[in-house]
């Protein structure tokens, strides 16, 4: 089954602690991209990926950081997390102009 | 960059009312455009798409065509449902500047029986 998959869907976390939100597509998509959700902001994007090993700051990059090392993974990094932070996060993949498809989302909670 | 401006919501409607939910883009090139939908507690799924001028995008009863005379993706429906309550994103994507996506806010939508 095609799908985006997204580790984890909930997390709680403190001030500060480095985490890593991980998103794999099984479609062999060159497009890979991170977005916040937040009441009222709508979808923000993060960073995106057109291929491996080229990566790309989105409207919102600051306190975040990618990889994109294999062409099914594109981790999220948050190295020193701060409470404005505090949100929900899609990783999408596509072909280059074609249909984006989203994982399901992982809430962020940091204290 | 691609941009869009989206129409601001919420927006209440009963069932079988007539949606319309505006959408304008600015691009340069040919931009494919987009509809997404969000429903509650899930991840954003395509609705319909069009990927160039006066092409019309179809789904479950929604329509948008591509107008770029007037720069727009309007997504319309003849008769809501209840099950159509959800947050209705619009995207452009492509022409000469793809990679960073810049969504529409969103548009909340709730149909009441």
């Known amino acids: 089954e095609a799908q985006v998959t997204q580790n984890p869907r909930y997390l709680i976390t403190v001030t500060g602690k480095k985490l890593t939100v991980t998103c794999s597509q099984n479609?062999?998509?060159?497009?890979m991209s991170w977005y916040r959700q937040d009441p009222g902001l709508g979808l923000r994007q993060i960073y995106y990926s057109m291929n491996v090993e080229v990566t790309d700051k989105g409207d919102v990059p600051e306190g975040y950081k990618v990889s994109r090392k294999e062409k099914r993974n594109f981790p999220l990094i948050l190295e020193s997390p701060s409470p404005n932070q505090t949100s929900l996060y899609f990783c999408?993949?596509?072909?280059?102009?074609?249909?984006?498809?989203f994982g399901e989302g992982s809430r962020l909670t940091v204290l | 960059g691609n941009s869009v401006t989206q129409m601001e919501g919420p927006v209440t409607l009963s069932e079988e009312a007539f949606l319309t939910i505006n959408c304008t883009y600015t691009?340069?090139?040919?931009?494919?455009l987009f509809w997404y939908v969000q429903y509650p507690g899930e991840g954003l799924q395509l609705l319909l798409k069009a990927t160039k001028a006066d092409d019309k995008g179809s789904n479950k009863g929604f329509e948008a065509t591509y107008r770029k005379e007037t720069t727009s993706f309007h997504l319309e429906k003849g008769s809501v449902q209840v099950s159509d309550s959800a947050v209705y994103f619009c995207l452009t994507a492509g022409g000469t500047s793809y990679g960073k996506l810049t969504f529409g806010q969103g548009t909340i939508l709730t149909v009441h029986p």
């Open positions: 479609m062999n998509h060159e497009y």
């Open positions: 999408a993949s596509s072909f280059v102009g074609g249909e984006l498809f």
């Open positions: 691009a340069t090139g040919y931009p494919s």
